[in-house]
């Protein structure tokens, strides 16, 4: 085939694109680039990689006319779907829940809850400086009244000392998480699915594992104050951020309760200067989809 054949064919090519044919291509591009965004770093990356030259021997057997390697590999791919569907079941639920939180922020809320994050800051402080361990969570797109159901409805205003009143030790509430929905304090004492691996940190406690679990199955965010440490920590997106400041904290809560409305949810990874010295230390993050793919290895 010469140059000019080849010329040719490619216009005879362009001349029959369509605008729908670059709208799929552009499409399947953005599906591909999240798909891949997904599944950095994790266990699932390795199996698309495997998976990617599986197809390529399958073109190159193709290509040579190897019938038995081409039936093999076309058997193996068409299973292979339904065993990765089963291996990866937990990975694509988290794929599929994080599809159904999509929603267009269109409305902003005209009042800001400053207050709300003033008395929360608070609390929280407050019980880090007295070691009294609690565990927050802010419900967010994903409802939780599955694990509302296991506490005590509350639906109370926010305040500092209704707070540190419930996770008082040795009071009724003080056991378990306390759910904030819709600006309220809807219940206490409930009870979330803990996070158990055997490569998590020793020193992580029931609350860190429990807001690690939480993390997983929702978009929530979930504050933990340690009892034996007084250090404040957050779980967001199966991931745990350690010793967090004040400023961090107020920062963390203000974008919960008053996001910007050109700017999405930030997850602050940085110290900043000037924060109370029981509250201060360097920031350590980790990552539930980096344990889960050690423990598979």
């Known amino acids: 085939m010469s140059i000019s054949d080849v010329l040719d064919a490619m216009g005879i090519g362009f001349s029959q694109f369509r605008i729908q044919d670059l709208l799929e291509i552009l499409i399947l591009a953005f599906v591909f680039f999240k798909l891949i965004q997904f599944t950095a770093n994790t266990r699932a990356s390795q199996v698309l990689k495997g998976v990617g030259v599986l197809i390529l021997l399958l073109l190159v057997s193709n290509l040579l006319n190897l019938m038995t390697i081409k039936y093999l590999l076309n058997s193996f791919l068409v299973s292979g779907i339904v065993v990765a569907v089963v291996l990866f079941q937990p990975e694509i639920r988290r794929a599929l829940e994080r599809i ?29 400086r007295r070691r009294v361990g609690a565990l927050i969570v802010l419900e967010r797109n994903t409802k939780l009244g599955d694990y509302v159901h296991t506490g005590t409805i509350i639906d109370a205003e926010i305040s500092d000392a209704l707070i540190e009143n419930i996770f008082e030790p040795k009071t009724p509430l003080h056991d378990g998480a306390m759910i904030i929905r819709n600006e309220r304090i809807y219940a206490a004492a409930c009870v979330l699915p803990l996070f158990d691996a055997p490569d998590i940190a020793r020193e992580l406690g029931t609350r860190h594992r429990a807001s690690l679990g939480i993390s997983t199955v929702s978009d929530s965010i979930t504050i933990v104050v340690s009892e034996e440490t007084g250090i404040i920590s957050y779980a967001m997106d199966g991931r745990l951020t350690r010793n967090v400041d004040h400023d961090a904290l107020e920062e963390l809560l203000n974008e919960h309760f008053n996001p910007s409305p050109d700017k999405g949810f930030i997850i602050f990874n940085t110290k900043k200067d000037g924060a109370d010295e029981n509250l201060t230390g360097e920031e350590t993050v980790i990552d539930v989809e980096d344990i889960e793919s050690k423990e598979k290895r």
């Open 100 to 128: 159904g939180r999509f929603k267009l922020n269109i409305a902003q809320r005209t009042t800001p809850s400053f207050e709300i994050v003033k008395q929360l800051c608070l609390a929280i402080e407050n019980m880090s």
